[in-house]
């Protein structure tokens, strides 16, 4: 079974409607991390967790928020999703004090239309 | 603020050796990782300088010179499979945040 998963996989959806994007880890690592990737860009952050209780912006944060549920579990949610929020998104972990390693999900493939 | 450039695409063909280099600015600095992605896929980590020199991971190097503020992943003898997006990133220390490159998309011919 894969470290890192990511639900769903694909995922298709209108203007305004909510969607939550989940991420699991059986890696046992602290820290979790949510990326977007855009066609020819690299991976911009957009929230981080150090912990259950410590979660963080990174640098494109706006309209999106997070839930950490458990060590295993943090979630990305569009409130009110817009079409240039159509991404490739990852999720990451990686341990305490190692963030330069990183190891992430399969990706989720976001359209909104 | 953190950057990092990187050259948008490089072409080598099978059995040669390609540098993919790199430039940073950055306030602090935490070391220079690397990583591959394959088309579709998800990045997967490769190697991670904190001092200057050469890091050797099999067929793939690193190095990293921290006065010129300079980077370079080294490929040798290169197999199509090698044929992926190259990512430098810089790593933010405690903050835990990682700061990626734009990516270099290598292409491996026959």
């Known amino acids: 079974d894969a470290d890192v998963t990511q639900t769903p996989r694909n995922r298709i959806t209108k203007t305004g409607k909510r969607i939550m994007l989940e991420c699991s880890q059986t890696?046992?690592?602290?820290?979790m991390y949510w990326y977007r990737q855009d066609p020819g860009l690299g991976l911009r952050l957009i929230y981080y967790s150090f912990d259950v209780k410590d979660i963080n912006k990174g640098e494109i944060s706006d309209g999106y928020s997070v839930s950490r549920q458990a060590q295993a579990k943090f979630s990305l949610s569009l409130e009110s999703a817009i079409p240039n929020q159509t991404a490739l998104y990852f999720c990451?972990?990686?341990?305490?004090?190692?963030?330069?390693?990183?190891?992430f999900g399969p990706g989720t493939r976001l359209t909104v239309t | 603020g953190q950057s990092l450039e990187q050259p948008s695409e490089v072409t080598a063909v099978e059995g040669a050796i390609v540098q993919i280099n790199c430039t940073y600015q950055t306030s602090g600095f935490y070391g220079l990782s690397w990583y591959q992605q394959h088309d579709g896929g998800a990045p997967t980590f490769l190697s991670y300088n904190a001092l200057d020199g050469l890091e050797e991971t099999g067929r793939f190097s690193s190095f990293l010179s921290r006065s010129d503020s300079y980077g370079y992943l080294l490929l040798q003898e290169l197999q199509m499979k090698d044929s992926a997006s190259y990512f430098c990133?810089?790593?933010?220390?405690?903050?835990?945040?990682?700061?990626f490159g734009q990516g270099t998309t290598l292409q491996v011919k026959p």
């Open positions: 990133a810089l790593p933010g220390g405690n903050t835990g945040k990682l700061i």
């Open positions: 890696k046992g690592h602290d820290r």
């Open positions: 990451a972990t990686s341990g305490t004090g190692s963030s330069y390693e990183q190891y």
